[in-house]
């Protein structure tokens, strides 16, 4: 297992926030038809009950802006994933595929609005990870993106350095069809545990069912 802490820069920044953490061994692939069945009629049913305009009233996506905000961060132009997922999704354009672990991850995002990381547990360096602040210069490569400016944005740091914002994971630790062992962090910069708790509760359970999770340990922080 691991242990994750938030650091006193980032508590006095974000003194609401609170994490969820997800470790398991799964069965990763490159695409499930079944889960993207479920993600279609998800889309299509969110289009109809949501627009654009609604995101100002979801709680999950503007507190992570503010938390952006209050570290140093603009998050118009460096937009959280979990909002960048439901705009894209509110516009009526399809999700990318990536791999099984990813897509079902993405599907809780749009559910909950919540920022959430996905990593390799195996190419995690350390025991420990710690949820700080980036720093002037602090070297990070984004998935997709290449080198990404992470100064002000919230980072997950392990022994070598950054893994996860809420804008991009880490191109180090990120999951690929191989990967054999998950940690997923759900970022709820709203403090409302009784949705992360229900964001948690929605990824077990669809990994389970199409990642063949097992083993897996959820716990809070």
């Known amino acids: 297992m691991i242990d994750i802490t938030v650091s006193e820069e980032l508590r006095r920044a974000c003194p609401g926030f609170l994490g ?7 069965r990763n692939s490159g695409c499930c038809e079944a889960l993207w069945e479920e993600i279609d009629v998800f889309c ?3 289009c109809a009950r949501y627009t654009p305009e609604s995101l ?3 709680p999950s996506i503007q507190a ?12 118009s132009r ?7 997922l439901v705009r894209r999704v509110l516009k009526g354009h399809e999700l990318y595929r990536v791999n099984t672990v990813v897509d079902v991850i993405n599907l809780a995002s749009i559910a ?17 990870l710690v949820l700080g602040v980036g720093k002037p210069g602090e070297p990070y490569e984004g998935i997709g993106r290449g080198p990404l400016n ?26 690929t069809v191989s990967s054999a062992r998950l940690l997923t962090i759900i970022n709820g910069y709203d403090g409302n545990r ?5 964001c948690a509760g929605f990824l077990v359970e669809r990994l389970k069912r199409y990642a063949g999770m097992q083993n897996e340990t959820v716990f809070f922080f």
């Not at 909950?112 to 420990?128: A, N, Q, V």
């Not at 944005?153 to 999951?175: A, C, F």
């Not at 009784?194 to 229900?198: L, M, R, S």
Request: proline share 5%; charged share 30%.
């Open 64 to 75: 992570t802006r503010q938390a952006y905000k209050n570290c140093g961060k603009d998050p």
């Open 44 to 46: 299509r049913d969110y």
């Open 150 to 175: 992470i100064e002000g944005l919230p980072v997950y740091r392990d022994t070598e350095g950054g893994i996860g914002t809420p804008t991009s994971d880490h191109e180090r630790t990120k999951l």
């Open 20 to 26: 969820a953490a997800v470790y398991a061994e799964i």
């Open 112 to 128: 909950y609005g919540y920022s959430i990381g996905g990593f390799d547990f195996d190419k995690i360096k350390g025991d420990r």
């Open 56 to 58: 100002k009233d979801m």
């Open 194 to 198: 009784q949705q992360v708790e229900a």
């Open 78 to 84: 460096y937009r959280p994933s979990g909002e960048a």
